[in-house]
């Protein structure tokens, strides 16, 4: 319950920059993606619950190409901005594990299940902890150690840190998107 009110206090306290960079970003993707804005998914939630989970289109459906300000709106993160409308709706906390496509919630492990027992988030500890480097086995380790460490002030410390870390992004390279999981990596 406190992380629902920290959710909500947050969005509420930033919800004119958060409106502001959602609006501006649209209105780009309107012109030069001018199709398909948003791109919805389902992904696995709380207590195993399907979610689907809404963010800017970043990658052309025809061709599986991205563009140089898709790329840019993936490095930044504002891709994931309307995700603050599943935070709203219930779906997503600030913090938590991310939300895994839903197909995999049938090839976890028991302890890999564990991730269910909290709300998915925004962010969350394995993706300050550069997610896209490490594998599957140790993100499920990290996101595990959260659910059963999780506090208000580790929260605010991923938070920040993942400010950090999208501010530090603009100007390096695109992040490649990880494998696959299979239940074996």
């Known amino acids: 319950m406190i992380k629902r009110i920290f959710d909500l206090i ?7 920059l958060i409106l502001l960079l959602f609006f501006f970003t649209f209105l780009i993707c309107k012109v030069i993606n001018k199709k398909d804005i ?21 990658m052309d459906a025809d061709t599986k190409k991205i563009s ?13 901005i309307p995700q603050f409308l599943n935070i709203l709706k219930g779906d997503l906390s600030l913090v938590g594990p991310r939300p895994l496509h839903f ?24 993706q ?10 140790e ?14 002030l580790l929260d605010l410390k991923i938070i920040i840190k993942t400010l950090f870390i999208i501010i530090k992004s603009i100007g390096k390279k695109e992040i490649k998107d990880k494998n696959k999981f299979d239940g074996t990596n």
């Not at 140089?68 to 994931?80: I, W």
């Not at 499920?140 to 506090?151: G, L, M, P, S, T």
């Open 10 to 16: 947050f969005i509420i306290s930033f919800s004119p």
């Open 38 to 58: 948003f791109f919805i998914q389902d992904r696995g939630g709380h207590e195993g619950k399907k979610i689907s989970v809404i963010k800017f289109r970043t």
């Open 103 to 126: 197909e995999y919630k049938d090839i976890y492990t028991s302890d890999q299940k564990k991730r269910f027992n909290v709300k998915p988030g925004l962010t969350g500890l394995a």
């Open 68 to 80: 140089a300000f898709n790329s840019f709106l993936r490095k930044t993160r504002l891709d994931e």
């Open 128 to 137: 300050i902890q550069n997610s896209y480097e490490i594998s599957w086995s």
């Open 139 to 152: 993100q499920f380790k990290i996101d595990i150690w959260y659910v059963e460490n999780h506090n208000l």
